[in-house]
């Protein structure tokens, strides 16, 4: 009977072996199936139970400058503030560059030069463990002195199962260092792969890398400036008529603002009867001047003392004929005429006639339908904009749709106060390819866009504008 039960127990041990062998070679293979090394490292801690009975695990990354945490058994997400994940960073302080499986406890503290955090650690954790061990896993092809590694930390509810565990670890870990240089291999992940995981697109990261590219296009990107100000239709010439002389206009010839006129074509006529009057008695003035003076000429010449006469009505001849002169100008100019087509602008027609004008006063104009520029207002402030690289174009309001390209022909060599009590420059721009149609005294927009600067200079020039003002 006593070698019946010895027989039984040989082949429970036996059975248990084989399964806890293909529990090893399961889990060996599955590891090779993670796609990256959080995938890898959940693996480890959470499925290796089903070999190596434990009460909890952690797997550690020692291949930065300080230690992190990769993984814990039965935690979808690792907690780096919790007293756990704490308490296992003092301990690994004194598991960096460890070569083979040990178990930790004081002896091995001691070995370490344990300071008194790792210390109360290993406390923390005896207290739900009777046994701590802790393993590494290195891949094959790593160097011996290669201070790369992970190590894999595993409490223990008794010392037994720690005995017990020390024999299929190390063979387990051997399958997990050969799948760790699989999932460690660059040839086996592309960026897109690395970028499809969970963590890769946390807000913290995604705002660093915001920032980044941010900081690149400060110093790369160049930018046009770009200001956007008032503009109108004028003609090229203005064709303003002022009155010629003083005098009294007698009709409009029935002219009308808005009209179309016509080169050479009566716009009014001045009151030209008190002219004729003037024009009449300086004649007369006139022929009895040289009528003297023939006299006095003829009778100097046995009578001297009336030489100094001739001299005297000569002047009075000169006189006379500028007199003649003059009112033969202004009668000639009674009658005023357009020098060119285009649109009458002669305000009241009605309020004009029989009225006294002045010399120099304005009477009318007349806008031209051809040859229309465009007339810019500039603010001076923005005045640096304007360069020989600078480009304009224009948008009416009436059919913003359709960009007019325009080139410089002249600028104001000093600001104007307009009408809005603005101080501005004002530019004059030839259009290039003007609308057929187009009507003077159209409004629209003007883009001036200046030279190309970097971004971070049009920044920080902005907001130190924008300061000054504040």
């Given at each position: 009977?006593?070698?019946?039960?010895?027989?039984?127990?040989e082949?429970?041990?036996?059975?248990?072996?084989?399964?806890?062998?293909?529990?090893v070679?399961?889990?060996?293979?599955?590891s090779?199936?993670?796609?990256?090394?959080?995938?890898?490292a959940?693996?480890v801690?959470n499925?290796?139970?089903?070999?190596?009975?434990y009460?909890?695990?952690?797997?550690?990354d020692?291949?930065?400058l300080?230690?992190?945490?990769?993984?814990?058994?039965?935690?979808?997400?690792?907690?780096?503030?919790?007293?756990?994940?704490?308490?296992?960073?003092?301990?690994?302080?004194?598991?960096?560059?460890?070569?083979?499986a040990?178990?930790?406890?004081?002896?091995?503290?001691q070995?370490?030069?344990?300071?008194?955090?790792?210390?109360?650690a290993?406390?923390?954790?005896?207290?739900?463990?009777?046994?701590?061990?802790?393993?590494?896993?290195?891949?094959?092809d790593?160097p011996?002195?290669?201070?790369?590694l992970?190590?894999?930390?595993?409490?223990?509810?008794?010392k037994?199962?720690?005995?017990?565990?020390?024999?299929?670890?190390p063979l387990?870990?051997?399958?997990?260092?050969?799948?760790?240089?699989?999932?460690?291999?660059?040839?086996?992940?592309?960026?897109?792969?690395?970028?499809?995981?969970r963590?890769?697109?946390?807000?913290s990261?995604?705002?660093?890398?915001?920032?980044?590219?941010?900081l690149?296009c400060?110093?790369?990107?160049?930018?046009?400036?770009n200001?956007?100000?008032d503009?109108?239709?004028i003609?090229?010439v203005?064709?303003?008529?002022?009155a010629p002389?003083d005098?009294?206009?007698?009709?409009?010839l029935?002219?009308?603002?808005?009209m179309?006129?016509?080169?050479?074509?009566?716009?009014?006529?001045y009151?030209?009867r008190?002219l004729?009057?003037k024009l009449?008695?300086?004649?007369n003035?006139?022929?009895?001047t040289?009528?003297?003076?023939?006299?006095?000429?003829?009778?100097?010449?046995?009578?001297?003392?009336?030489?100094?006469?001739?001299?005297?009505?000569?002047?009075?001849?000169?006189?006379?004929?500028?007199?003649?002169?003059?009112n033969?100008?202004?009668?000639?100019?009674?009658?005023?005429?357009?020098?060119?087509s285009?649109v009458?602008?002669?305000?009241?027609a009605?309020k004009?006639?029989?009225?006294?004008?002045?010399?120099?006063?304005k009477?009318?104009?007349?806008?031209?339908?051809?040859?229309l520029?465009?007339?810019?207002?500039?603010?001076?402030?923005?005045?640096?904009?304007?360069?020989?690289?600078?480009?304009?174009?224009?948008?009416?309001?009436n059919?913003?749709?359709?960009?007019?390209?325009?080139g410089?022909?002249?600028?104001?060599?000093?600001?104007?106060?307009t009408?809005?009590?603005?101080?501005?420059y004002?530019?004059?721009?030839?259009?290039l390819?003007?609308p057929?149609?187009?009507?003077?005294?159209?409004?629209?927009?003007?883009?001036?866009?200046?030279?190309?600067?970097?971004?971070?200079?049009?920044?920080?020039?902005n907001?130190?504008?924008?300061?000054?003002?504040?």
């Amino acid at each position: 009977m006593p070698e019946g039960n010895d027989l039984q127990k040989e082949l429970l041990k036996a059975r248990g072996k084989l399964n806890a062998l293909s529990a090893v070679l399961r889990l060996g293979h599955e590891s090779f199936e993670k796609k990256n090394l959080i995938q890898w490292a959940s693996h480890v801690v959470n499925n290796s139970v089903l070999a190596v009975p434990y009460s909890r695990s952690a797997l550690l990354d020692f291949r930065g400058l300080t230690p992190k945490l990769l993984a814990v058994s039965n935690q979808p997400e690792v907690n780096s503030n919790s007293e756990y994940a704490i308490n296992l960073m003092y301990l690994s302080r004194v598991l960096a560059q460890l070569s083979r499986a040990v178990v930790i406890d004081r002896e091995f503290l001691q070995s370490r030069n344990a300071d008194q955090l790792a210390c109360d650690a290993l406390d923390y954790f005896l207290e739900t463990a009777k046994a701590i061990m802790a393993i590494p896993i290195v891949p094959p092809d790593s160097p011996e002195n290669n201070k790369e590694l992970l190590v894999w930390v595993i409490e223990f509810e008794n010392k037994r199962s720690a005995a017990a565990a020390s024999a299929l670890l190390p063979l387990l870990c051997r399958h997990y260092a050969e799948s760790l240089q699989y999932a460690l291999s660059s040839r086996r992940k592309s960026v897109l792969h690395s970028l499809s995981g969970r963590r890769a697109f946390k807000p913290s990261r995604i705002i660093a890398a915001l920032l980044l590219i941010f900081l690149i296009c400060l110093f790369v990107v160049r930018v046009r400036e770009n200001i956007a100000t008032d503009a109108e239709i004028i003609p090229e010439v203005e064709h303003i008529y002022y009155a010629p002389f003083d005098g009294v206009i007698e009709s409009c010839l029935g002219n009308k603002s808005g009209m179309f006129v016509r080169k050479g074509m009566p716009i009014l006529k001045y009151d030209d009867r008190e002219l004729t009057f003037k024009l009449l008695a300086v004649r007369n003035e006139y022929n009895k001047t040289k009528a003297k003076l023939d006299l006095i000429q003829n009778e100097s010449f046995s009578d001297v003392s009336k030489r100094g006469q001739v001299k005297l009505l000569t002047l009075q001849k000169k006189g006379a004929e500028i007199a003649i002169a003059r009112n033969h100008w202004q009668l000639q100019r009674s009658e005023m005429k357009a020098e060119t087509s285009g649109v009458l602008n002669i305000g009241d027609a009605d309020k004009l006639a029989g009225r006294a004008v002045h010399a120099g006063e304005k009477l009318f104009e007349i806008v031209s339908t051809e040859n229309l520029i465009a007339l810019v207002y500039l603010n001076e402030s923005n005045a640096a904009i304007m360069t020989p690289d600078s480009t304009v174009t224009l948008y009416l309001h009436n059919r913003p749709e359709t960009p007019i390209k325009c080139g410089l022909k002249r600028i104001s060599p000093k600001p104007v106060l307009t009408e809005k009590k603005v101080f501005c420059y004002l530019i004059r721009l030839k259009m290039l390819d003007p609308p057929r149609d187009l009507i003077c005294g159209q409004r629209g927009i003007a883009r001036i866009s200046g030279p190309r600067i970097r971004l971070g200079y049009y920044l920080f020039r902005n907001l130190v504008l924008w300061w000054r003002r504040v």
